[in-house]
């Protein structure tokens, strides 16, 4: 199962290139930058991080990027992700950056997303890995922020598929940003939003997300099953999930193994990804594995949250089919 999984052709829908910093990587930029980290060794970063909940995983999250200051930082941790997702057969992937994040410590959007695009540029060359970024707002954040940084963005439209919302989602609902959300809509931009698990309100929230914003897809949204209409309301609108396991564990203590086979019995289109794989110590591959070894998925169950990620990404219908065909040829040799 381990080797099957390991070669299996995958799409990854939601991984936040800001959590794919590697503490390696974070001593390498802070050296390049000048910047003294609390840290001295690989093994002290991991040691912190002691987080429990979302907002004490976000206090560690947000301090570690201050080491990103340049083209060359983005493009690096963008590469170096790239790098890692192809060696476990990735081959498209939509990831999420947090420009606010940035701009805030004095970081000009064009460095972020240029460094980015060039990155992903060539991991489509070097790697045969294709990409289209999303762009996310910081729920805890104020609505001007985010409409300033659509116009900001404006100019590098070509360079996104989609935008999203994230972050501290308490008393932060999705509706706080619906002008803007709108607005993207309207420059044809896909739209996605973060219900994480758990989180005050949520089942307003997910129904915001649905009757309000309209969105064209969910992040997480585990707690759908603990209602009968936002269940149907799913499968009507045929909506995936893009559901992180590993994750889910570091946060509210829960693999969420059964809920991700309870959508699939569903019928629902859930999907597995990795979240913020440098902070919960695994991507795609070892997110699957754990749902193999720990949850008992079988092979077909694991076929098929790989199956609907290809069907629910945002990639073009050509590249789509082109895909669907590599899994399934894949498939069929074992």
């Given at each position: 199962?381990?080797?099957?999984?390991?070669?299996?052709?995958?799409?990854?829908l939601h991984v936040h290139l800001e959590g794919t910093l590697e503490p390696?990587?974070?001593?390498?930029?802070?050296?390049?930058?000048?910047?003294?980290?609390?840290?001295?060794?690989?093994?002290?970063?991991?040691?912190?991080?002691?987080?429990?909940?979302?907002?004490?995983?976000?206090?560690?999250?947000?301090?570690?990027?201050?080491?990103?200051?340049?083209?060359?930082?983005?493009?690096?941790?963008?590469?170096?992700?790239?790098?890692?997702?192809?060696?476990?057969?990735?081959?498209?992937?939509?990831?999420?950056?947090?420009?606010?994040?940035?701009?805030?410590?004095?970081?000009?959007?064009?460095?972020?997303?240029?460094?980015?695009?060039?990155?992903?540029?060539?991991?489509?060359?070097?790697?045969?890995?294709?990409?289209?970024?999303?762009?996310?707002?910081?729920?805890?954040?104020?609505?001007?922020?985010?409409?300033?940084?659509?116009?900001?963005?404006?100019?590098?439209?070509?360079?996104?598929?989609?935008?999203?919302?994230?972050?501290?989602?308490?008393?932060?609902?999705?509706?706080?940003?619906?002008?803007?959300?709108?607005?993207?809509?309207?420059?044809?931009?896909?739209?996605?939003?973060?219900?994480?698990?758990?989180?005050?309100d949520i089942h307003g929230h997910i129904r915001e997300c649905l009757d309000?914003?309209?969105?064209?897809?969910?992040?997480?949204?585990?707690?759908?099953?603990?209602?009968?209409?936002?269940?149907?309301?799913?499968?009507?609108?045929?909506?995936?999930?893009?559901?992180?396991?590993?994750?889910?564990?570091?946060?509210?203590?829960?693999?969420?193994?059964?809920?991700?086979?309870?959508?699939?019995?569903?019928?629902?289109?859930?999907?597995?990804?990795?979240?913020?794989?440098?902070?919960?110590?695994?991507?795609?591959?070892?997110?699957?594995?754990?749902?193999?070894?720990?949850?008992?998925?079988?092979?077909?169950?694991?076929?098929?949250?790989?199956?609907?990620?290809?069907?629910?990404s945002w990639a073009d219908e050509q590249s789509k089919t082109r895909y669907?065909?590599?899994?399934?040829?894949?498939?069929?040799?074992?």
């Open positions: 199962m381990r080797s099957f999984l390991e070669q299996l052709p995958k799409a990854e390696e990587l974070l001593f390498e930029l802070a050296q390049r930058n000048n910047i003294e980290l609390p840290y001295h060794t690989v093994e002290d970063v991991l040691a912190a991080y002691d987080f429990h909940d979302l907002p004490s995983f976000l206090a560690i999250y947000y301090r570690a990027m201050d080491v990103l200051r340049t083209e060359a930082d983005f493009y690096n941790l963008a590469h170096q992700y790239f790098e890692r997702a192809a060696k476990q057969n990735v081959i498209y992937c939509e990831p999420f950056f947090d420009p606010q994040a940035h701009t805030i410590r004095g970081v000009e959007f064009d460095t972020v997303i240029n460094g980015i695009s060039k990155a992903q540029e060539d991991a489509r060359k070097h790697l045969g890995l294709d990409s289209n970024l999303i762009m996310c707002f910081l729920r805890d954040h104020s609505a001007e922020s985010a409409a300033k940084h659509l116009k900001i963005a404006q100019p590098h439209f070509d360079k996104l598929i989609g935008i999203g919302l994230d972050s501290d989602e308490k008393d932060n609902p999705p509706t706080k940003f619906s002008d803007t959300f709108y607005a993207a809509r309207d420059a044809g931009l896909k739209l996605t939003m973060h219900c994480d698990v758990n989180q005050k309000v914003i309209q969105v064209d897809r969910i992040d997480h949204g585990i707690n759908i099953l603990e209602r009968e209409d936002l269940i149907e309301d799913i499968k009507a609108r045929n909506l995936g999930l893009t559901i992180c396991p590993l994750s889910n564990e570091f946060v509210v203590q829960n693999l969420t193994g059964d809920e991700i086979r309870r959508f699939l019995d569903l019928g629902i289109k859930a999907t597995v990804n990795s979240d913020d794989p440098a902070y919960f110590r695994g991507y795609m591959n070892e997110n699957l594995i754990a749902l193999a070894e720990r949850a008992a998925f079988s092979r077909e169950e694991l076929v098929q949250v790989t199956r609907n990620a290809f069907e629910i669907l065909n590599r899994l399934d040829d894949y498939v069929a040799e074992l």
